[in-house]
Nanobody, 124 residues
Framework: QIQLVESGGGSVLPGHSLTLSCEGS????????MNWFRQAPGKEREFVAVITGSSDSTTYAEAVKNRFVIFRDNTKNEVYLRMNNLTPDDTAVYYCKVEVAQKTTSGFRLFPYWGQGTPVTVSS
């Protein structure tokens, strides 16, 4: 079955960096765009970044642009999020997400799959 497993979260000081990892299995990893989302306490889950299957395109939320970098290693079925110059506003649980087309009785549909999340706390 399709699985996403995040790792790399932790507690860091403001201004420091952290790299998150997400390993995918059960689908053709290199053919799918991979996303990072985050959910801060008391807030809705929000988009952070996305990378295409071939790494030829990336998109970032304004809040993380020029600080975060999304990249992937298709030989390892992993996607990463390098987070630089972290601030307390980056405190959240970080999730990776993939959408996979699957056949239904009414044709193909995209189904979202999420990892369990990895928590990041930025505090002095």
């Amino acid at each position: 079955q399709i699985q996403l497993v995040e790792s790399g979260g932790g507690s860091v000081l403001p201004g420091h960096s952290l790299t998150l990892s997400c390993e995918g299995s059960g689908f053709d990893f290199s053919s799918h765009a991979m996303n990072w989302f985050r959910q801060a306490p008391g807030k809705e889950r929000e988009f952070v970044a996305v990378i295409t299957g071939s790494s030829d395109s990336t998109t970032y939320a304004e809040a993380v642009k020029n600080r975060f970098v999304i990249f992937r290693d298709n030989t390892k079925n992993e996607v990463y999020l390098r987070m630089n110059n972290l601030t307390p506003d980056d405190t959240a649980v970080y999730y990776c997400k993939v959408e996979v087309a699957q056949k239904t009785t009414s044709g193909f549909r995209l189904f979202p799959y999420w990892g369990q999340g990895t928590p990041v706390t930025v505090s002095s």
